[in-house]
T-cell receptor, first 115, second 111 residues
Framework: DTEVTQTPKHLVMGMTNKKSLKCEQH?????MYWYKQKAKKPPELMFV???????INESVPSRFSPECPNSSLLNLHLHALQPEDSALYLC??????????????FGEGSRLTVL | DAKTTQPPSMDCAEGRAANLPCNHS???????VYWYRQIHSQGPQYIIH???NNETNEMASLIITEDRKSSTLILPHATLRDTAVYYC????????????FGKGTLLTVNP
């Protein structure tokens, strides 16, 4: 199984809503990532978890709250978002050697629209 | 990590080789060259990586110049399904989780 599964594929939310994006992998990877991608732009790193601990936070606003409940799951909790947060949110995972090979496995993404 | 420079777009005829260039003149000795691609509406996909030797796998070949300041990704027989944005990324090896994407090259394979 070489898949990273993200749900939901599409999400529309208001600025006062609370929602979550979910990501799951069963490849035994111990590093998991959240990227944000705006239209016609490259993906931008948001967070990295290593062995279920947050290791990188790229100065992301607190309205985005990541969570890694176990080695297979990664969540991104969303609260009080702004319309400019509308984007494709990509989850990725990599081998437990700290991503040494540089090969990240990406999911298909969750497309978020904030009204 | 070193910056990379890629042409914003390229065209290629179906069945021909696609050669995608990348400049990384500030690369340092412990940095690898990685290539990913992103087909429209999908997540990025790893293609290949190398340090200083040329590399080949089932998807592509990677040619790195001797001074390591530039590289070329070669898709030997491009198909319509190879139409995608191709990202050249330079990254430190070892326990470094950061993979930073540049603007990439939009490769369009034409019938």
């Amino acid at each position: 199984d070489t898949e990273v599964t993200q749900t939901p594929k599409h999400l529309v939310m208001g600025m006062t809503n609370k929602k979550s994006l979910k990501c799951e992998q069963h490849m035994g990877h111990r590093a998991m990532y959240w990227y944000k991608q705006k239209a016609k732009k490259p993906p931008e790193l948001m967070f990295v978890y290593s062995y279920e601990k947050l290791s990188i936070n790229e100065s992301v606003p607190s309205r985005f709250s990541p969570e890694c409940p176990n080695s297979s799951l990664l969540n991104l909790h969303l609260h009080a978002l702004q319309p400019e947060d509308s984007a494709l949110y990509l989850c990725a995972s990599s081998h437990p050697d700290g991503g040494r090979t540089g090969e990240l496995f990406f999911g298909e993404g969750s497309r978020l629209t904030v009204l | 990590d070193a910056k990379t420079t890629q042409p914003p777009s390229m065209d290629c005829a179906e069945g021909r080789a696609a050669n995608l260039p990348c400049n990384h003149s500030t690369i340092s000795g412990n940095e690898y060259v990685y290539w990913y691609r992103q087909i429209h509406s999908q997540g990025p996909q790893y293609i290949i990586h190398g340090l200083k030797n040329n590399e080949t796998n089932e998807m592509a070949s990677l040619i790195i110049t001797e001074d390591r300041k530039s590289s070329t990704l070669i898709l030997p027989h491009a198909t319509l399904r190879d139409t995608a944005v191709y990202y050249c990324i330079v990254r430190v090896g070892g326990s470094n989780y950061k993979l930073t994407f540049g603007k990439g090259t939009l490769l369009t394979v034409n019938p």
